[in-house]
């Protein structure tokens, strides 16, 4: 874990908790629940407990922790373990009132609980920053308008090898520069932001119109690997089951087929919408952004992950600056965080079934 990255999202989240009164407004649904429990006749604090319950849900729906990244949540979730919040918070409320409708007393020990650990990380967030502080310790930003790729390469895929790790970066580079040269017509350079360790995380920086292509791809991807899970399950429960291997081929072939045609849709459509270069050049370009969204969805298939985030642009000061450019650049900015949204991790348990056709990547 990255520690400056890591103070990054404690001062997003701590910032979120303080702008959304999470902790105020839950000892407030603690407070009317435990008045209810005192006084059950008197109707006023089942209205009151009503009122902060609404409250609650309302901000909880509109938390920013809602559009972290998986990255993000999974960070927060290692330090904070039992902690929830936005959606999941709400959900854990719910599923407590309505598992001690009849109960109340109960329901007033697991929301004390759920007051208690979530004030008790607000103050260790505190404590941290106040310690980031003296210690010096930055934080890492995306400046107004930048968008960074965040790209996971399980150790168990490269066996934890160097030349495994190498192989997978240029991989990745192979994926970037031909979704880069369909959109702009030139392969980009692409920087490493930051690198951290558990699996290999990278970060890179990259371009806005490159990462609205790439976030709507792998959302398109993603939306098929979710159907080819279930055919993905079901071969490997039949080998398990000491079918051949042999008698599974059909399904396999299946499964690569429904993902084929999706991927060779996409670069088409890419391709159409933003290749603007040579037409002999066209049809080349088509098939290696195929080769390209090929790699990303065998490497989906076998545990990769990927992630987008992009810094919004403020709005200008003065009216009359807000030019066509910048115009432009929020919509792009919207779109890339409307993909980025449906882009979320998948447990991938057995072995992979997609063997997209790939050619060797001979890219320095």
Known sequence: MNVERLNRILIDLNDALKKENTVILLQEVRDNLQNQVNQPNQPVYQTELVKSLEKLY??????????????????????????????????????????????????LEDINELFEDLQNFQTAINNTLSGFE????????????????????????????????????????????????????????????????????????????????????????LNHYKQILEIKSLRNQLKEKGVPAQQTKGIESYANGIMKEEIKAIAKEVIEEYYKGDKGRKNELENSLEIALNKLANRIDKGFNVEIRVEPLPAPKDKTNETEEYQKKVEIIKSIQQSAKNIEYIENNGESILQLPEIENNDE
């Open 58 to 107: 309302e901000n909880l729906i509109k938390s920013a922790y809602n559009n972290y990244s998986p990255s993000w949540k999974e960070i927060i979730n290692e330090i904070g373990h039992s902690v929830e919040f936005g959606d999941e918070l709400k959900r854990k409320i719910e599923s407590i009132f309505s598992s001690n409708v009849i109960t109340p007393a109960k329901a």
């Open 134 to 221: 003296t210690l010096g310790i930055e934080e890492e930003i995306l400046e107004d308008g930048e968008c960074e790729l965040g790209y996971t390469i399980p150790r168990e895929f490269i066996d934890n090898e160097l030349s495994g790790l190498k192989k997978e970066i240029s991989e990745l580079n192979f994926i970037l520069n031909h979704i880069s040269e369909a959109v702009t017509g030139k392969k980009e350079e692409f920087k490493v932001k930051t690198i951290s360790s558990s699996d290999f995380l990278l970060y890179i920086l990259i371009s806005l119109n490159v990462a609205d292509v790439l976030s709507k791809a792998t959302e398109r991807i």
